[in-house]
């Protein structure tokens, strides 16, 4: 079977419906149409029972499911475990949050490797929503992100809590006229908007994690921050804390299968996450 196919499946069971799917794999949804069309011609069975905006499981597509997530896996396993190389006994594949790498995994990542010197690493960056969807194909063996959902089958741990603050480069402006929304999931999108009903729709969006403080220095701009990636800045003066501005919870969470929680080398990277991270939350009073 095509692994296409079984990779359009799981994408539609996470994004709830053809429409995710397609964004999700940067597809049309008639292809994403076309490729489920196939899946249950092979299968001969119906796997979804579709309406307008959502799609369910049938009892053949919640069977299905497990399989496919099986399959997926065994691929990305054999794949990244031949391509090892032969002085290496174990591989480890990881992905963190963009703004999880600055100051947080960047310091793990030498530890973990003297910790585990017979292992290869593979490294990745991403968006919260991508990486756990690549999680549950087996892709990675363990993701960092700050916004988890607890799913059957998955393991949370929260590492540490950071906080999101509002900061400029124009301490002496009226921040709502240089605002930039700085995007940091859905649940500060959620909070943002309760928040701040008087900003429904500045001039600049983005999507650049910690890129984005460089860009509010540049552009002398006001937009909202990760305490832990502006202690600099605010130190030497280069953004300011604008007060009497609410601030967000921002967690860190790792997250990886509960069927691979029993690999050593597993075990090891989780309990060297912990460390840095209680060692990242003494740094910085969080």
């Known amino acids: ?165 509002l900061v400029t480069a124009d301490p002496a402006g009226e921040f709502r006229s240089r605002y930039i929304f700085i995007d940091w999931g859905d649940t500060y999108r959620a909070a943002h908007a309760d928040a701040f009903e008087d900003i429904h729709s500045p001039g600049l969006s983005v999507e650049m994690g910690p890129l984005s403080a460089r860009l509010l220095a540049d552009r002398r701009a006001a937009g909202y921050m990760p305490a832990r990636l502006v202690r600099s800045q605010l130190a030497n003066g280069e953004l300011t804390r604008v007060p009497d501005t609410p601030t967000f919870p921002f967690p860190a969470f790792v997250v990886y299968q509960r069927e691979t929680a029993s690999r050593p080398v597993i075990q090891q990277a989780v309990r060297l996450l912990r460390t840095v991270a209680a060692n990242v939350t003494e740094a910085h009073g969080t």
């Open 1 to 165: 079977m095509d692994l296409g196919l079984a990779r359009t499946f799981l994408a539609i069971v996470e994004g709830g419906n053809f429409a995710s799917a397609s964004r999700r794999l940067n597809v049309t949804q008639s292809t994403v149409s076309a490729r489920i069309r196939s899946l249950e011609s092979l299968l001969g069975k119906t796997l979804f029972l579709r309406n307008n905006t959502t799609c369910d499981l049938t009892a053949a597509g919640r069977q299905f499911y497990r399989y496919a997530r099986s399959l997926l896996r065994l691929w990305e396993e054999g794949r990244h475990q031949i391509a090892v190389p032969e002085r290496f006994d174990e591989r480890l594949a990881i992905a963190g949050q963009y703004s999880l790498w600055d100051g947080f995994l960047y310091d793990w990542l030498p530890r973990c490797q003297t910790l585990l010197g017979n292992t290869a690493f593979r490294l990745s960056a991403g968006m919260p929503n991508r990486l756990m969807g690549e999680l549950l194909e087996g892709v990675h063996d363990l993701i960092v992100i700050h916004t988890a959902e607890l799913r059957a089958g998955l393991v949370v741990h929260e590492l540490f809590t950071d906080e999101l603050i």
